[in-house]
């Protein structure tokens, strides 16, 4: 299982960014996908998780709202668009598929002035 994040930057208060994870080793189309967040001081947050088939994805409800899950199994990618973005959401961006402990190297989201 291989996870490739990417997407992330350096964002005003306000602001968008799009993140994407490329995912292989497994059968994408199969499994629920979700991103996950690690400010720095905390523990891994669950943000969003969409499921196998695209249906209704689910949202913490801190970024309910501004962010969209979306993703596309042909290209066997998942995608997380982060609108309005705030200070608090500051931090590195996971992508995890909904079976064993796999986890790619993340993206650095950064929300400052």
């Known amino acids: 299982v291989r996870l490739v994040e990417s997407g992330g930057g350096l964002v005003q208060p306000g602001g968008s960014l799009k993140l994407s994870c490329a995912a292989s080793?497994?059968?994408?189309?199969?499994?629920?996908m979700s991103w996950y967040r690690r400010a720095p001081g905390k523990e891994r947050e669950l943000v969003a998780t969409?499921?196998?088939?695209?249906?209704?994805?689910t949202y913490v409800d801190s970024v309910k709202g501004r962010f969209t899950i979306s993703r596309d199994n042909v290209k066997d990618t998942v995608y997380l668009q982060m609108n309005s973005l705030r200070p608090e959401d500051t931090a590195v961006y996971y992508c995890?598929?909904?079976?064993?402990?796999?986890w790619g190297q993340g993206t650095q989201v950064t929300v400052s002035p």
């Open positions: 080793g497994f059968r994408f189309s199969w499994y629920d």
């Open positions: 969409i499921g196998s088939a695209g249906g209704p994805p």
């Open positions: 995890k598929p909904n079976f064993g402990h796999y």
